[in-house]
Structures are given as structure tokens and as C-alpha cells.
């Protein structure tokens, strides 16, 4: 079942109901103000910094679900509804929701009225822009009262859900006009405020919570929406809130809007005011003055389809495939942006209050952004890397304002140093840009600390290089990329997860998932060291490779696939030898991605394994048999249900390892096949089972071991997005950056007659079309650019600017 269609030629996903099975959103914002709104008008909103800087209040795991947002109400005659449905759930005569790059429309009608809600968050601005458009589509004319409604957040949201001794006497406003100033905190700070606005004037206004919506009624039933209008109220202390309200009549078939705004200003950090609470309006008239009209509105949305279009035509498809096109044009490049600037702080399911950036994950996520702004992605590797530790370890999380370490969540997640170079190659192989290397890095932010990148990559190479444990398999440490298999926690604290802070590497837990990663980055290592006249180094990188790649396809190596790990107490994980989590997915997809077990014929093994064992019609699950008991000496895996999370649910972030294992192995069939399962426009017509977003991935899908087998949880920010996009682009329609230039090499169904990809690659438009003739799955028999055959798959570099017409032929 649907909720809703893809509207390609917008570039929109139109939703048709307000019943969606779960709130459905859209990011709005991609530099520094972001807006997250649902589809009936749900939402918040926060400069840079869900946790330190939000401004208005959400509340997570409420019920009814979804009740704080970006609201609009209409009073029409004691009918009281929102253009959205939320919060009133007054019937609509109609509805539609359209989620588009960087905006949503919301539009409502009943008895005649029609009203529409258009959100965005514009380039270069610190704000919201809500425009409301009402309609009289009757032949009489109609008198409507129309509310804005807010409520703000006292910055902190950490502290404002818990420390209401205080912040029930912090909260001030100041009313000028239209504008309503949220200015809690600028008495001590003086740094920055908040104001909402509306470009017409005001019948009357609300900024007390209570005064708005009564203090037992709230957002479905504001006392002041039902009494037709506000009453000047002025919050001191308790919930700051902006309600405008305007009385207006539309002619029969009349047309009004207003404009509506939300913004942050910060002011220099240098700068003092005279007397503390008075804030400088300035900045707020001079941002207000910026959206006055429809026109400035319109020039600014068309600032903002301009802006996309160029991101997005740096890769654009054509397969014959509309569901494939849809997704790597569009849907999956939109989510790499939102998982690169959210990385996983802040969504219906990340609280913005309690991740903030992940290492791994956003050195992941770099994987799918890259090619969009390279800019952008230099300057999120050089943050990343200030957070390692001077032996190539790193903190897990750092917080995006401060872009300090995160001391709660600590280190010690064995990984984490690989995932550097597997985000700095990437940067590298797109740009070519070698000047990065040589840029002085702190490490833990302590700039006498600091050294060039490259010899942060180094210690992240060395860190797994002197980390190996008894099977000369990289120690585990308090997790790898699999945060849930908690190998050392249990000699601790017992029963605990990673959560726990303190060291908690142990010398005996190791992980077959590292050694593949070892394998697959330190050979990108290797390659950056010969690139940068550093043969020695590069030769004595390979000889530890080599030496980890044995112990994997030994001590690793469970007979049929890899095995998952080694526990502190010397026994294998995800063995035939165990009980329950006899096999994993995660090292499968990254040994074989490494190419490890590829002449051995154990890598055709291991990927035979987990089709067989793993596969599912909604895609391959985590591990089997699944968990059914807690175990103290696997940690937080085992705390989830069976069929839910790491135990057992189809995480959906290693399904493209596996896909692009396949095609390493030159099985296009097989790859496209994983890929469609999870692939949300493959899977659109069971929303009512999946329930998230049909066009967006979630973080895991039940697996075929819990009760609701199918059903996806906590979308939109998940690794997959980058992993998805970098598999079907680089992996499946095979177009590679390579250090060396451009390097095109499919891995196709059989079924697939050819496709056309254009690709901008520093600075050069390349117009790549490949045919498959002979119907095969990889191979390439030729290859012409601008008419002439060239050897080998590898295109020339061409000079910025020029366009480049290339013809592969497979076979
Ligand atoms: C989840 C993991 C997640 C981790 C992060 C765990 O409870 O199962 O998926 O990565 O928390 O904090
Ligand atoms: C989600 C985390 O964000 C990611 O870093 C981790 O690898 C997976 N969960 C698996 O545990």
C-alpha cells in the first residue's frame, strides 16, 4: 500500500494523506539553519547545533506523536483547522504534502478555503521562511482569524527537558510590531536571539505558552484559537511562545499572503551591548527586510532549485530504469547531504541531544557527499581528524559547534582510525587535491599537538598495525563498526553496554571486520604513500596488509564464510562452532569487498554463505541464528529482541557491502538484487508494512526472527545513504574516481542494455555512455573518448571546463 506518489519531473515525493503510518519528514536548511518538518507540519528548528542551539521545542516519544511544529491555524467561523491536519486533526476536504530538495508544501482546503504552507530555509540565511497563501475559492467573501504558532526552546535543549527549576523564571521576549523576539540567555551571553516575524501587521499577538494555549489545552486546542484572537501576552519565564493572529476577510475568489519567518541572529562574538537583555535589532530588521515581498521570497526559493540543480548535476543517470534513476539522481544524493550535515545528531529518532557527530559516521558519509561540494568535505575531514588522539585512536562522537571531542561516549572503538582514511582517500580519488595532506591538524584539538594530515593517516594505519591480538587479528577494543558486540565490556561492567565509559580494550578480543577494513584502507594508504613519493612506506604498508589478509583467511576463516570475531575469552563469534550468531554479515561484505579470499575461492564461499543464510525477501539480515538469550560476553547485541537492531534486523548500512562484494566478484545480478531489496522506491508499494519514508533509507528493517518482519525504524540518518549511493554509483554503474582520474568499470544485471551517466570530475563534464551488448554482467571490451580508443578503462583527465564524450562498450 501507498501513501503517495514520486513526482519526478518536481523532483518531489507527494504525500496524499496525513495518516501516514509515522510522521514522514523533510531537512530543510543545509548550512547552518536547519528545519526538520513532517508532513502534517511537525517539526523544529536549530542553528548549527541541534543540542546547544535549538529554537524551538520538540517533543520526542509523545503521544499523540508529532504535536510540535511549524504551525498554521484557521478560525473559520468556530471551524478551527491546519493547513497540515496537526494538531487540530480537523478533516480536510483535501490534502497533499509535497517534500522537495530543501522545501515542503502543505497544502489544506475545507469549505472553500484553501491554504497553503510553503517551508524552506533559504541559501545564505540564518532562517525559516514560512509562506501561507489562502484562497476564498467560494463566490462570497469570508472573514478567517489565521494564527502562527511557535514554541521556542531555551537554546540548550539538554537543559531545557530537564532543568525546569530554572528555566521556568529564564524565558523573556520583546514584541516590536510583527516581530516577536525570543531572547532568553542574552542578558548573560548577549551573543544571540532569535526572532519570528510576519511581513503584515498584526490583529494581536501571544508569546506566553499558557496565555496561547491554556494551560490545559495545548497545540490541538489553543484557548486562543478558539477565542478568535490573542491577548498581547508577554512571556515572563515559563514557555516562551510566538502566536501572531490577523482578522482578514478574502473576497469571493481573493488571493492573500503572508510571510512568515524564523530566524537566528548571532552577533560577533567581539561585540558588547550597553545594557545586558537589550538586544541589537539590526541584524533581525536587516534579515526581516531581506523576505518582505513575494517576489523576494520567490527570487530566494529560485536561488535555492538553482543551488540543486548544480549539487545534483554533478551525477546524473539514465538506466531506462525510472525507480533506479529516481534514486541515484535524486533521493539517494539528497540523503548523503542531509547525513553530512546531520551526521546522526538530530532526526524523529536521533534527539539531537544525545549524538552529536559521529568519527566513523561522518567519515562515512563522506563517501556519498564528496563529489557534491569537495569544499565541504576538506573541511569536515580536517574537524574530524582534530579529534584523533595522538596514537591514531579518536573520540567517537564530537559535538558540531564546539567540535570538541565528546568525553561521555569516549573512545576505544578499534575501527574508528580506519574510517579516516577511508574518508580522506575518498577526497582524494574525487579532487585530487594533495594540498590536504600537508594542512597541520591537531590532535585532541590541542593545536601544539598538531601535525599534517598525512601523519594523522599514518597513526590511524599504525593504531590497527600495533593493535593485534593473538590470532594477529586487529583487537576489537569496546567495538567496531558494529557498536552492539561488546567483546571486553562484560570483565568491566558486567552487563552493561559500551555505553559505559572508561578504557575497556581488552588484549584477546579481535575482529575479522577490522582485518578486512585493515585490508581494504591500508591498501588506500599504501596508494596515497606511493602517490606521495613514499615507495618504502607504501611497501612496508603492504607487508603488514598481507600479514592481517593471511590471519583472516586463517584464524578468520570458518570453513564456509568468515568468521565474526574472537571473544576475550579466545572463542570465536559467528562460527559454526556456536549456538546462536553462528555466521555475520559485516565481515563478509568488507573481507570480500577487500578482495581478501578472491583467488582462494573463499571469497565466492563466504558470499554463497550469506545467500544462503542470511537472505531474506526484505534483505539480508544482521546475523543468524539470532540471539534468543543475553550474553554477557557479547554485550549490547544481545540485549535486542531477536529480529531487531544488531541482532539479527536487516541493518540496512551492510546490504550495499554485500552488493558491492558481489560485483568485486563480477556478480551484477546478484548486486542489483540486494540492492532493490532495501532500495525505497523498489519497496514503496509496502509502506503500510515498512512505515518510514518511502523515499529515504532507514537505519534497520525488522528481520524475518521479530513479529513484525519488514517493518523499518529510524530513517534518514544511517550510513547507508553514503554506502547505497557509493555502491550503485561506483560499484554497479561503475563510474570510479581513482587517484589516477576516472575509471569506468560496470557490474550490471545481465538484463540491462546499457546507460548513460553524466559526471562532473574536477572540473570536467564527462558524457559516459555504456553499452552491453553481449548482455554480460562485467566487463570492458572498449572504451573510446571523443572518438578514439584509449587502453584500458582508466579516462584521461581532462582540463576543467571541457566536456568529454565517452563510449564503453562491455563484453
Ligand atoms: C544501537 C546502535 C547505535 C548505538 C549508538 C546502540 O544502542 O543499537 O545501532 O549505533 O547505540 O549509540
Ligand atoms: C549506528 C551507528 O551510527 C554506526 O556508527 C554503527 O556502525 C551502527 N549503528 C552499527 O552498530
Same mark, same amino acid.
Given at each position: ?21 509515522? &510522521? ?83 497544502? @489544506? ?16 540565511? #540564518? ?39 530554572r528555566n521556568f523564571s529564564t524565558g523573556e521576549v520583546e514584541v516590536v510590531g510583527s516581530a516577536i523576539y525570543h531572547k532568553t540567555e542574552y542578558r548573560e551571553r548577549r551573543d544571540h536571539y532569535a526572532v519570528f516575524w510576519a511581513n503584515t501587521p498584526v490583529t494581536s499577538f501571544d508569546t506566553s505558552r499558557d496565555a496561547f494555549c491554556g494551560v490545559y489545552g495545548g ?41 512568515? @519567518? ?21 541584524? #533581525? ?54 547525513t553530512f550535515n546531520m551526521s546522526r545528531s538530530a532526526s524523529y529518532y536521533e534527539s539531537g541531544i544525545g549524538r552529536g557527530m559521529g568519527f566513523r559516521d561522518s567519515c562515512q558519509d563522506l563517501l556519498g557527499f564528496v563529489h557534491m561540494i569537495p569544499e565541504r568535505a576538506r573541511s569536515r575531514i580536517l574537524d574530524i581528524a582534530a579529534t584523533q588522539f595522538e596514537d ?39 579532487? @585530487? ?127 564456509? $564464510? ?7 575469552? @579466545? ?69 535486542? &529482541? ?80 553514503? $554506502? ?21 568499470d560496470p557490474c550490471i544485471p545481465h538484463t540491462l542494455p546499457g546507460f548513460t551517466v553524466t559526471r562532473r570530475y574536477r572540473g570536467a563534464v564527462y558524457h559516459i555512455r555504456v553499452e552491453n551488448p553481449a548482455a554480460v554482467q562485467k566487463g570492458v571490451k572498449r572504451v573510446t573518448v571523443n572518438g578514439k580508443t584509449i587502453e584500458g578503462n582508466v579516462l584521461p583527465l ?14
Amino acid at each position: 500500500m501507498k501513501f503517495g506518489h514520486f513526482d519526478d519531473a518536481h523532483r518531489e515525493y507527494v504525500i496524499d494523506t496525513p495518516r501516514t503510518p509515522l &510522521p514522514w519528514i523533510n531537512y530543510l536548511g543545509s548550512e547552518d539553519f536547519f528545519s526538520l518538518v513532517s508532513n502534517t507540519g511537525g517539526g523544529y528548528s536549530f542553528y548549527r547545533d541541534a543540542r546547544l542551539r535549538r529554537i524551538t521545542r520538540y517533543r520526542y516519544n509523545n503521544s499523540p506523536l508529532d504535536m510540535d511544529g511549524h504551525r498554521i491555524y484557521i478560525n473559520d467561523g468556530g471551524t478551527i483547522w491546519n493547513p497540515g491536519w496537526q494538531p487540530t486533526k480537523t478533516e480536510l476536504d483535501s490534502y497533499s504534502c509535497r517534500h522537495g530538495l530543501g522545501y515542503t508544501i502543505l497544502t @489544506g482546503e475545507k469549505n472553500g478555503i484553501r491554504a497553503q504552507q510553503e517551508l524552506f530555509v533559504p541559501r545564505g540565511d #540564518a532562517c525559516e521562511i514560512d509562506r501561507l497563501t489562502l484562497e476564498n475559492k467560494t463566490d462570497a467573501p469570508r472573514t478567517l482569524d489565521v494564527f502562527s504558532y511557535v514554541e521556542f526552546c531555551l537554546w540548550d535543549a539538554m537543559d531545557d527537558s530537564s532543568n525546569f527549576q530554572r528555566n521556568f523564571s529564564t524565558g523573556e521576549v520583546e514584541v516590536v510590531g510583527s516581530a516577536i523576539y525570543h531572547k532568553t540567555e542574552y542578558r548573560e551571553r548577549r551573543d544571540h536571539y532569535a526572532v519570528f516575524w510576519a511581513n503584515t501587521p498584526v490583529t494581536s499577538f501571544d508569546t506566553s505558552r499558557d496565555a496561547f494555549c491554556g494551560v490545559y489545552g495545548g497545540p490541538a486546542e489553543p484557548e486562543a484559537v478558539k477565542a478568535g484572537h490573542c491577548s498581547n501576552s508577554v512571556a515572563h519565564g515559563w514557555a516562551p511562545v510566538g502566536a501572531h493572529h490577523f482578522h482578514l476577510t478574502l473576497e469571493a475568489g481573493e488571493t492573500k499572503t503572508i510571510l512568515f @519567518g524564523l530566524g537566528y541572529i548571532e552577533n560577533p562574538v567581539a561585540e558588547k551591548f550597553t545594557a545586558p537583555g537589550v538586544i541589537n535589532k539590526a541584524r #533581525a530588521e536587516a534579515m526581516i527586510a531581506r523576505y518582505a515581498t513575494d517576489a523576494q521570497v520567490d527570487e530566494a526559493r529560485k536561488a535555492l532549485a538553482a543551488h540543486w540543480d548544480d549539487l545534483l548535476s554533478a551525477l546524473q543517470l539514465d538506466s531506462g530504469d525510472e525507480k533506479l534513476d529516481r534514486m541515484v539522481n535524486l533521493w539517494h544524493q539528497y540523503q548523503c547531504m542531509v547525513t553530512f550535515n546531520m551526521s546522526r545528531s538530530a532526526s524523529y529518532y536521533e534527539s539531537g541531544i544525545g549524538r552529536g557527530m559521529g568519527f566513523r559516521d561522518s567519515c562515512q558519509d563522506l563517501l556519498g557527499f564528496v563529489h557534491m561540494i569537495p569544499e565541504r568535505a576538506r573541511s569536515r575531514i580536517l574537524d574530524i581528524a582534530a579529534t584523533q588522539f595522538e596514537d591514531g585512536s579518536a573520540y567517537h562522537q564530537y559535538q558540531p559547534l564546539t567540535k570538541k571531542g565528546n568525553r561521555d561516549v569516549g573512545t576505544g572503538f578499534n575501527d574508528d582510525p580506519l574510517w579516516l582514511i577511508a574518508g580522506t582517500a575518498a577526497y582524494l580519488r574525487e579532487t @585530487g587535491d594533495y594540498s590536504i595532506l600537508d594542512e597541520s591538524v591537531a590532535f585532541d584539538n590541542d593545536e601544539s599537538k598538531a601535525q599534517p594530515l598525512m601523519e594523522h593517516l599514518r597513526r590511524s594505519f599504525n593504531f590497527t598495525r600495533t593493535h593485534l591480538g593473538p590470532h594477529g587479528l586487529p583487537l576489537i577494543g569496546r567495538a567496531d563498526w558494529n557498536d552492539c558486540l561488546n567483546l571486553n565490556c562484560f570483565s568491566e561492567h558486567p552487563g552493561e553496554s559500551f555505553q559505559i565509559t572508561g578504557p575497556s580494550e581488552g588484549p584477546v578480543a579481535e575482529s575479522v571486520f577490522i582485518a578486512g577494513m585493515f585490508v581494504k584502507y591500508g591498501e588506500e594508504y599504501a596508494d596515497l604513500c606511493g602517490h606521495r613519493g613514499l615507495p618504502d612506506e607504501a611497501a612496508d604498508a603492504r607487508a603488514a596488509i598481507a600479514q592481517v589478509e593471511q590471519a583472516a583467511l586463517t584464524a578468520g576463516w570458518d570453513g564456509a $564464510w568468515f568468521r565474526r570475531a574472537y571473544d576475550a575469552f @579466545g572463542k570465536p563469534v559467528g562460527s559454526k562452532e556456536c549456538d546462536e550468531g553462528q555466521i555475520f554479515i559485516e565481515p563478509q561484505g568488507m573481507c570480500v569487498m577487500a578482495g581478501i579470499g578472491k583467488e582462494t575461492g573463499q571469497a565466492e564461499q563466504a558470499l554463497k554463505s550469506v545467500e544462503e543464510r542470511l537472505d531474506t525477501k526484505y534483505g539480508v539480515v544482521l546475523l543468524q541464528p539470532a540471539y534468543t538469550t543475553y550474553r554477557l560476553n557479547l554485550g549490547e547485541i544481545s540485549s535486542y &529482541p531477536p529480529g531487531y537492531k544488531e541482532n539479527a534486523g536487516i541493518f540496512c548500512h551492510n546490504n550495499p557491502w554485500i552488493s558491492c562484494a558481489e560485483t568485486v566478484l563480477g556478480h551484477g545480478d546478484r548486486a542489483f538484487e540486494v540492492y532493490k531489496k532495501t532500495c525505497p522506491a523498489y519497496i514503496e508499494d509496502i509502506s503500510d508494512i515498512h512505515r518510514t519514508e518511502p523515499y529515504v533509507y532507514s537505519q534497520m528493517v525488522a528481520g524475518k526472527d521479530a513479529p513484525t518482519f519488514g517493518e523499518a525504524k529510524n530513517s534518514w540518518l544511517t550510513g547507508t545513504a553514503a $554506502w547505497t549511493f557509493f555502491n550503485v554509483s561506483q560499484y554497479i554503474l561503475g563510474v570510479q574516481p581513482t587517484l589516477d582520474g576516472l575509471k569506468i568499470d560496470p557490474c550490471i544485471p545481465h538484463t540491462l542494455p546499457g546507460f548513460t551517466v553524466t559526471r562532473r570530475y574536477r572540473g570536467a563534464v564527462y558524457h559516459i555512455r555504456v553499452e552491453n551488448p553481449a548482455a554480460v554482467q562485467k566487463g570492458v571490451k572498449r572504451v573510446t573518448v571523443n572518438g578514439k580508443t584509449i587502453e584500458g578503462n582508466v579516462l584521461p583527465l581532462a582540463p576543467a571546463g571541457e566536456t568529454v564524450e565517452v563510449t564503453v562498450v562491455m563484453g
